[in-house]
């Protein structure tokens, strides 16, 4: 019976194909268009790191003084170096680090190669461990290297390629800001996406080539990159950061479970009211305790250009959709003698029905794969844009099932109307104008 | 042309009716919107930067030692000075649409600090001697900087230099004091003050303002003698003679310091790569619009063709009744031009409730009201282009169809 159907839904849109044409490219712009958006919307609101990102936590203070104040406004984004620094020694999180990023001057051993600014995350042990690094070569440090303020340094596995033809380099010596460092980890392949940990340097943008101990960048003076805020006096000498009235570091925190979550909760309330009761903070007590997904929808990250892009596919897409509908109708109206013939025949609404769906049903899902097509060459479109995010617009498995399903339900929506209409026409009306 | 016996056959064909006035009207919701956000976007990247963009290179040096900086920056300024081609070169701290913003807030009265709500926020701009050579920026009133301002201003570490002048854009001094003249006034950032001695035309901030203009133009230039702070070289040249210029100067810089991260770039570069989002964020706009209008074009096409075969046995009757091939014709374009209308009139109305959605959501501004009938209009002319075709094929219809049976 299918196969039937099939094959007189080749052969009705065979028979005009004009119409056919009109809907399948119609099917297949909105679809493509659609799912260009939807796949950019859905690579930038993806998960950075799945299966982790849910037990990491950014809790947030507020030390700031009273100016500005108003009740209810959030707390400060990032952390000062001393609340910074009290939150990792009190260890109350299974793994903890405290990071910010900057810029340091490399200058290679090799004479081919110029200097040139490498990006660097300034962090603590944990933040491997914590954010499950994967490495080619070597490992992270330790507590005692950030304590005695080694010169040791993590290196990306791009720099590793740029600097040592891929080799493994553990060992190796790389000049930072006129010091000698020594290598003792090359990372493995590790990109997440929305770069979460630290949003000042650009959500998407392009990702560090060097880790070193907090300690170490503090000692060296290295350069401070992103967001620094501060208040009252603060501000000023960039060497003396750690004394300043200044918001700079993140902060994160892995907490396995809600009971875990509930008692950090109380801890982090607990440090606020202490402080401001020493009169350390002059606001009132208010801390946020956000896990990676809040804090993004927090922050906002997806661009809102990338959702306002996704709106307007969508409306063009109903656009298209509406324009089927209309086609479609023409269509089988156009059929209505021959369907008259098939009711005075003895075939039943339920089956006429089904056949004219199941011929919109083709026509979407020829329309999907034409869409698809096009889908592709907007994402590649999409790749040729010089925004920090545009390299990421792939399409992954769930797109591709979801460009289908989206196709196929569409117009056999589309075709739920016009197919009602059809099969209810009078036998004996079409007949007898025939 | 009478347009009861059209309604009387629209009313027959309800669903086909609402579809196409339903596909118009969103198409023209979409258009107003889409086209406002490109006017938008067009607007905001063509804004006025009053420095002569076209002659400017900048080449950027870090990681040298700061505290070689006073020497090495006028041995680096002599030594650009000698490439052939160069008319003027100087040292900043960051330059317009570079989105290395140093910013910092004032107030007007002595007791201002940092923190001060009621304060303006603005851009410092650190600059050394010759920097309005070599930019062009044109100065409205007052002077520039002399050598001893530039000379006594350093800022050793600190974030504000320590100078008494400044130099500010003819945007901000309006801003600041509407209806006085800016010269000889002071803004206050407790415990620094600075005196205004001049104020230029309007010049871009590093980042610019999207939904508050004048807010892009709110700039301070403060005299700094060398510093580390000061890593961009300006030069200034003939644009034909950017590329080499910014060659030799790189290759120069590099070895006089050869730790040092060197990078040039034109002004112009700059400038596109500032605006490279927002250019794209067009072009996808304008697609969309285009395959959207052609898409409902097409529609109109199939719809009324559809119309056209149905009724062929009428349309043979009435010219076998008399009625001559420009009837016909008209038929279809005034039916046309009724559906149109009313698609238009439910699209201007989405169009401005879609409107207000995205200013809720998006912080767009208030769509101009000509927008509206733009809109209404190019769909009107899109509709009828479209259903010439149709509406011929039906002209031709020969009246002898009227005696055959079907």
Redesign the interface.
């Known amino acids: 019976m299918l196969t039937y159907y099939l094959d007189l839904a080749f052969r009705s849109l065979k028979r005009s194909r004009m119409l056919t044409l009109l809907m399948v490219l119609a099917i297949a712009l909105g679809i493509g268009a659609c799912m260009t958006t939807l796949t950019v919307l859905h690579v930038l609101s993806g998960d950075p790191l799945p299966g982790r990102s849910g037990s990491l936590y950014y809790p947030q203070l507020d030390p700031r003084d009273m100016e500005g104040y108003a009740p209810g406004v959030e707390p400060a984004d990032q952390l000062s170096w001393t609340d910074g620094m009290n939150l990792l020694r009190a260890r109350r999180g299974t793994l903890q680090a405290l990071m910010t990023g900057g810029m340091v001057p490399l200058q290679p051993a090799q004479t081919n190669i110029d200097p040139f600014h490498a990006d660097a995350r300034y962090t603590t042990a944990d933040f491997f461990p914590m954010f499950g690094v994967p490495f080619q070569y070597g490992s992270g440090w330790g507590a005692a290297e950030d304590d005695s303020r080694a010169r040791v340094v993590v290196i990306s596995s791009e720099l590793n390629n740029k600097l040592f033809g891929g080799q493994n380099s553990v060992g190796k010596t790389l000049r930072l800001q006129e010091a000698d460092f020594r290598i003792i980890g090359v990372l493995g392949n590790w990109r997440p996406d929305p770069h979460f940990y630290d949003l000042y340097m650009g959500a998407y943008a392009s990702y560090e080539e060097v880790y070193l101990p907090l300690s170490t960048s503090r000692d060296l003076h290295m350069q401070h990159d992103g967001s620094l805020d501060c208040w009252g006096d603060g501000g000023g000498d960039r060497d003396k950061l750690e004394q300043s009235t200044c918001v700079w570091l993140q902060f994160w925190v892995q907490l396995d479970n809600p009971a875990a979550v509930a008692s950090y909760k109380s801890f982090l309330q607990h440090y606020a009211e202490d402080q401001h009761a020493s009169g350390r903070f002059a606001r009132p007590a208010v801390i946020r305790l956000r896990n990676v997904q809040q804090w993004l929808d927090f922050k906002q990250v997806v661009p809102s250009d990338t959702r306002l892009q996704a709106w307007l596919a969508l409306g063009f897409l109903v656009v298209c959709l509406i324009n089927t509908v209309g086609l479609m109708l023409a269509k089988f109206m156009r059929r209505a003698g021959e369907l008259g013939v098939r009711r005075a025949l003895g075939a039943s609404r339920r089956a006429l029905f089904g056949q004219l769906l199941l011929e919109s049903g083709v026509v979407g899902f020829v329309g999907g794969v034409l869409g698809l097509l096009l889908a592709f060459l907007g994402l590649w479109l999409v790749r040729q844009q010089p925004s920090d995010y545009a390299k990421l617009a792939h399409m992954d498995s769930v797109m591709l099932l979801a460009t289908f399903v989206i196709a196929i339900v569409a117009t056999m929506l589309a075709g739920l109307l016009p197919a009602w209409r059809a099969c209810h026409v009078a036998p004996a009306l079409q007949l007898k104008a025939q | 042309m009478e347009i009861r016996p059209i309604f009387a056959s629209l009313r027959k064909h309800r669903?086909?009716t609402l579809?196409?006035v339903?596909?118009i009207a969103?198409?023209c919701?979409?258009l107003c919107?889409?086209v406002f956000?490109i006017s938008k976007r067009v607007s905001d990247i063509r804004l006025p930067n009053a420095i002569d963009e076209q002659e400017i290179s900048v080449v950027d040096i870090?990681?040298t030692?700061p505290l070689q900086a006073a020497s090495e920056t006028s041995r680096n300024l002599a030594a650009l000075r000698g490439i052939g081609g160069v008319e003027a070169v100087s040292v900043v701290h960051t330059m317009p649409l570079s989105q290395h913003n140093w910013g910092w807030s004032f107030g007007l009265s002595m007791d201002s600090v940092?923190?001060?709500?009621h304060n303006t926020n603005v851009t410092l701009y650190f600059v050394n001697q010759d920097f309005e050579k070599v930019l062009g920026t044109r100065l409205l009133q007052g002077r520039y900087f002399n050598s001893s301002e530039y000379a006594d201003s350093t800022i050793g570490?600190?974030?504000l230099p320590h100078t008494h002048v400044v130099v500010i854009t003819d945007t901000l001094a309006r801003q600041l004091w509407p209806d006085q003249p800016a010269l000889g006034k002071t803004l206050y950032s407790k415990p620094n003050y600075y005196t205004v001695v001049g104020v230029v035309a309007d010049v871009l901030r590093p980042d610019v303002y999207t939904s508050n203009r004048d807010k892009s133009y709110d700039d301070v230039f403060l005299p700094l003698s060398p510093d580390e702070v000061l890593h961009a070289y300006i030069l200034r040249s003939a644009p034909m003679d950017r590329d080499r210029v910014i060659r030799e100067a790189v290759a120069k810089l590099?070895q006089l310091s050869?730790?040092?991260?060197?990078e040039g770039v034109t002004y112009t570069s700059m400038r596109e790569?500032y605006f490279?989002?927002m250019r794209?964020?067009v072009w996808?706009?304008v697609l969309?619009c285009v395959?959207?209008l052609a898409?409902?074009a097409?529609?109109i096409?199939?719809?009324t063709?559809?119309w056209v075969?149905?009724r062929r046995r009428q349309i043979g009757i009435r010219r076998a009744i008399g009625a001559t091939r420009g009837d016909i014709l008209n038929y279809f374009r005034t039916e046309n031009f009724l559906l149109s209308s009313a698609g238009v009139l439910l699209g201007m109305l989405l169009a401005f409730g879609i409107n207000l959605y995205?200013m809720r959501h998006?912080?767009l501004d208030r769509m101009p009201w000509y927008y509206l009938p733009g809109g209404a209009l190019a769909l009107w002319v899109i509709g009828q282009l479209a259903v010439i075709g149709p509406a011929m094929r039906a002209a031709s219809v020969p009246p002898v169809v009227a005696t055959q049976s079907?």
């Open positions: 669903i086909p579809l196409i339903l596909q969103l198409a919701a979409v919107n889409a956000m870090q990681g030692d940092l923190s001060d709500e570490g600190g974030a590099q050869p730790q040092a991260v060197v790569k490279a989002n794209s964020m996808i706009l969309v395959v959207m898409v409902t097409f529609g096409v199939g719809l063709s559809f075969g149905q995205l998006y912080e079907n």
